[in-house]
């Protein structure tokens, strides 16, 4: 699945809006006071623009990882363990640890991050290097900017009711004839509070992002990865109203545990791990730093703090597919036994809804701390009923409001199968691998 037209866009876009604010603002610092860039000035910031554009580009056109498909599993039991349950149906691959299958991308990546609007691609294990460096130095150059433009505002500020002398043309003699402070034209202005403007808002946005793409980078959590860990957390906290246990599809119960986030080594192993897994620190800056190869992002080392057999993510119930039916068609949509009439199926069907919003509710009720010991009955049962099967048709999102997919995850490949539904070629390689 490619990108719209209007997405198609993104690119083109973000290039004029660097072009608007590297190259517009120095033309205008020509015309206006106090004078143009000198030539330190000019060398430190048309640098910290040609970055910009050097690691935008990169992370736009590298190619964000691609699994073999003759991929050998990892010699590591913890990294088989976790990544035995993984597998990819639109791939018809193993999926490593921590790869998500990107809609958009058509295929399973590396470590993703999650597919970027902005560049067209997916930040993951191999361009997010790139992508922080982008941001690092566009909060910079952006930043030099706001402080230039700052200096051209004061001075305006500060000249603006000094008198200037205009020359003129007075019987062949040159006279001075005084008027009121001519300072920039009418345009000059409105340029410079537009570019006062869009980069701020610009610089704001941008600094937002590189300070939560840190903060990740810093715990080695992806964004799809925090969202997997505030599911979690939301999924721990239902099952301790329901004696521990979570149900999926066709009544499923599933035994709830928290895990801990497997992957966070330290905050120094972190850094390294996300900046292609090297410890110098003048190539994280380098904009032609090598590309971190999809062999390495394969395995990653953990903490130790869980059970390697446990997978991450931890186990969804609302993941699980529904299990395929086989019935008589003759037979179909009737009971075997007892009620026959609709109107008495309609009646089962009710009471069997009233008596699940009660249980429900008696479990709400005991984890909160009642203590009247009496079961309080909710006045409209059937408006609990009614919210109820809305929330489970509205998608989980997390306290950001954001979706899985929002993410550009594929989620139709987010479940947990059954060995029926993984080739027996790959049950057999798990087999001799274990």
């Known amino acids: ?30 015309h206006i006071d106090p ?16 970055c910009i554009w050097i690691c935008y580009l990169r992370a736009c056109f590298i190619d964000p990882g691609r699994f073999p498909r003759t991929a050998s599993p990892s010699s590591s039991a913890a990294t088989a363990n976790r990544a035995s349950r993984r597998w990819c149906l639109k791939c018809e691959a193993p999926k490593p640890p921590r790869a998500h299958h990107c809609k958009q991308c058509g295929r399973c990546i590396p470590r993703m991050d ?48 000094l008198p200037s002398a ?21 345009a000059q202005l409105i340029h410079l509070l537009v570019l006062c403007l869009v980069n701020s808002l610009t610089l704001f946005a941008l600094f937002i ?24 957390a939301a999924l721990v906290r239902r099952a301790r109203l329901q004696g521990g246990y979570a149900y999926g599809p066709d ?7 928290r895990q801990e986030f497997p992957y966070d080594v330290g905050v120094w192993r972190n850094i390294k791990q996300g900046m292609g897994g090297t410890g110098n620190i003048l190539s994280w800056f380098w904009p032609f730093a090598a590309t971190p190869s999809v062999e390495s992002g394969m395995e990653f080392v953990t903490n130790g703090f869980e059970d390697p057999n446990l997978p991450w993510p931890p186990i969804d119930p609302e993941r699980i597919p529904r299990k395929t039916q086989l019935s008589d068609p003759t037979t179909a949509f009737t009971y075997a036994d007892s009620v026959s009439s609709p109107t008495d199926q309609m009646e089962a069907f009710r009471r069997r ?40 048709q509205r998608e989980w999102r997390n306290s950001d409001g ?24 790959e049950l057999l390689r798990r087999r001799k691998g274990g």
């Open 1 to 30: 699945m490619g990108p719209s037209r209007i997405a198609r866009l993104a690119i083109p876009g973000v290039a004029l809006l660097v072009a608007f604010l590297a190259y517009t603002s120095q033309w205008l610092f020509r």
């Open 35 to 50: 004078h143009a860039l000198d030539r330190r000035q000019s060398i430190t910031f048309n640098a910290g623009v040609a």
């Open 114 to 161: 999650h597919h970027c609007p902005w560049t067209l691609n997916c930040v993951s294990y191999t361009t997010l290097p790139h992508f922080i460096r982008f941001l690092f130095y566009a909060v910079a150059a952006m930043s030099h900017l706001a402080f230039l433009l700052f200096i051209r505002i004061e001075v305006l500020w500060t000249n603006r009711k």
């Open 166 to 186: 205009r020359l003129t043309l007075n019987n062949l003699r040159l006279t001075t004839k005084h008027a009121d402070y001519l300072g920039p034209t009418p």
């Open 209 to 232: 992002l590189l300070a939560r793409t840190l903060w990740s980078v810093a715990l080695n959590t992806t964004t799809i990865e925090g969202w997997e860990i505030e599911r979690h």
């Open 251 to 257: 009544g499923v119960k599933v035994r709830i545990v």
């Open 353 to 392: 809804q009233h008596e699940d919003v009660r249980r429900r509710q008696r479990s709400a009720f005991q984890a909160g701390g009642s203590t009247d010991g009496e079961d309080q009955e909710p006045e409209d049962t059937d408006a609990l009923i009614d919210s109820e099967e809305d929330l489970r």
């Open 402 to 425: 954001e979706a899985l997919q929002d993410f550009g995850v594929d989620e139709e490949t987010e479940t947990y199968l059954a060995d029926d539904d993984i080739p027996l070629a």
